[in-house]
Nanobody, 116 residues
Framework: QVQLVESGGGSVQPGGSLTLSCAAS????????MAWFRQLPGKERELVGG?????SSNSGPSMEERMSISRVKNAVYLQMNSLTPEDSAIYYC????????????WGQGTQVTVSS
């Protein structure tokens, strides 16, 4: 079964940077779409941004200019700079493809905490 393995979360001081990584395991074909979502405390999960198999990207409500998303094969990365406490959230990797059960898959989530 395909798993989305996330890494790179943790605690950082305001103004710092983090790069979140997500890699899909147990799959050979290129996933149609991979993305990052985030869920702030007490809020709905929101799209940050995603990248398709052919490299086209889209941005969601949580994407800001100090963030960038990239993809290499079945791995997707979220680079975040100038982090603020308002960026503290659980960040989830997401993949959509017809080969996945129910057509999509979520990662387990990785916590990002920005505080001094």
């Amino acid at each position: 079964q395909v798993q989305l393995v996330e890494s790179g979360g943790g605690s950082v001081q305001p103004g710092g940077s983090l790069t979140l990584s997500c890699a899909a395991s147990e799959i050979i074909t290129s996933l149609n779409y991979m993305a990052w979502f985030r869920q702030l405390p007490g809020k709905e999960r929101e799209l940050v941004g995603g990248v398709s198999r052919i490299g086209s990207s889209n941005s969601g409500p949580s994407m800001e200019e100090r963030m960038s998303i990239s993809r290499v094969k079945n791995a997707v990365y979220l680079q975040m700079n100038s982090l603020t406490p308002e960026d503290s959230a659980i960040y989830y990797c997401y993949a959509a493809d017809h080969t996945l059960p129910s057509g999509h898959q979520w990662g387990q989530g990785t916590q990002v905490t920005v505080s001094s």
